[in-house]
């Protein structure tokens, strides 16, 4: 299974942006679905989770700003990211659970948030 994520960049505090990702592969269907990431000389974090039926959590940093979705029959899953602050700039992961029990990562993709 591949996790393929789009639009991270360079936006400016109180810019938006929307990061995508695609999954494809082999595997029967995709269960819990998010974003995690991880800034310089920290941990990787929670942003976001989604499960199929369209349950999500939240990070405590981002409810209110961020926005998750997901696309069950196109296996694709979507931040929408408003609001953004310098505090937000790190390399967002994608992250799947798929039926057959597995865990996916994607590459990431960079957010940075300067003026």
């Known amino acids: 299974v591949q996790l393929q994520a789009f639009g991270g960049g360079l936006v400016q505090p109180g810019g938006s942006l929307r990061l995508s990702c695609a999954a494809s592969?082999?595997?029967?269907?995709?269960?819990?679905m998010g974003w995690y990431r991880q800034a310089p000389g920290k941990q990787r974090e929670l942003v976001a989770t989604?499960?199929?039926?369209?349950?999500?959590n939240y990070a405590d940093s981002v409810k209110g700003r961020f926005t998750i979705s997901r696309d069950n029959a196109k296996n694709t899953v979507s931040l929408q990211m408003n609001s953004l602050i310098p505090e937000d700039t790190a390399v967002y992961y994608c992250?799947?659970?798929?039926?057959?029990?597995?865990?996916?990562w994607g590459k990431g993709t960079q957010v940075t948030v300067s003026s």
């Open positions: 592969g082999s595997f029967f269907s995709i269960n819990a």
């Open positions: 989604i499960t199929r039926g369209g349950s999500t």
């Open positions: 992250n799947a659970f798929t039926i057959p029990p597995k865990e996916y």
